[in-house]
């Protein structure tokens, strides 16, 4: 997949790949950090032990910092937090 993107008055092509991150919370763990920035927040998906979540309700992103918002339940220990965007 390549995005084009506007740059004064020309386009170039960038190169854009699906990233998937994994981590295993720790008990009450709202923060974790993203391998890289998202291209788009729009792509940005979350799971918990395979279970998709909803952004602004239940998680945040800010650059590469996601945040578990406790809005459905906390984390805990063991619990799988997959993150998925385009980078």
């Keep these: 997949m390549s995005i084009r993107v506007l ?5 170039a092509a960038v190169a ?9 919370a720790m ?3 709202t923060v974790f ?6 291209l788009d927040l729009d792509t940005v998906t979350v799971r ?5 979540y909803d952004d602004v309700a239940d998680w945040t992103v800010l650059a590469t ?3 578990w918002l406790d809005t ?16």
Excluded: C, H, K, M
């Design 27 to 29: 008990l009450a763990q």
């Design 65 to 67: 910092t996601l945040t």
């Design 72 to 87: 459905p339940f906390a984390l805990a220990a063991g619990d799988s937090v997959i993150a998925r965007y385009i980078r």
């Design 48 to 52: 918990v032990n395979g279970v998709l």
């Design 16 to 24: 854009a790949r699906w990233q998937e991150d994994e981590f295993t």
């Design 7 to 11: 740059l004064g008055g020309g386009a």
């Design 33 to 38: 950090t993203l391998s890289f920035t998202p």
